[in-house]
């Protein structure tokens, strides 16, 4: 079983930065994929982005593409979530969760955060 804890949600204004981390511990060996999801009130769960490693490889929500960045550190323990440019439509409960496959379904993903909210304000 891994474990994951979301950390750096928060309240920001429209076209502000923020950037989430999720740790994981636990069986770090079960996974090679890492993944961020969101879930806006009312809403489904959506894919945001996830990254894989050896050899690296990164994929976005279409909605997303060119704000935001996934990024991890080499102990593959950590994985970030840098957004720029945040709107409204952003606001949401932020996941991070982890897969044995590289994909953007949320039901290839095993292990899941509690969440971070982070709400855009205009």
């Known amino acids: 079983q891994v474990q994951l804890v979301e950390s750096g949600g928060g309240l920001v204004q429209v076209g502000d930065s923020l950037r989430l981390s999720c740790e994981a511990s636990?069986?770090?060996?079960?996974?090679?994929?890492l993944g961020w999801f969101r879930q806006a009130p009312g809403k489904d769960r959506e894919f945001v982005a996830s990254?894989?490693?050896?050899?690296?490889?990164?994929i976005y929500a279409d909605s997303v593409k060119g704000r935001f960045t996934i990024s991890r550190t080499n102990a593959k323990n950590t994985v970030y979530l840098q957004m720029n440019m945040l709107n409204l439509e952003d606001t949401a409960v932020y996941y991070c969760?982890?897969?044995?496959?590289?994909?953007?379904?949320?039901?290839?993903?095993?292990?899941w955060g509690q969440g971070t909210q982070v709400t855009v304000s205009s």
């Open positions: 636990g069986r770090l060996f079960s996974y090679n994929t």
């Open positions: 990254i894989r490693w050896n050899p690296d490889r990164t």
């Open positions: 969760a982890s897969s044995r496959r590289f994909s953007a379904s949320a039901r290839d993903y095993d292990s």
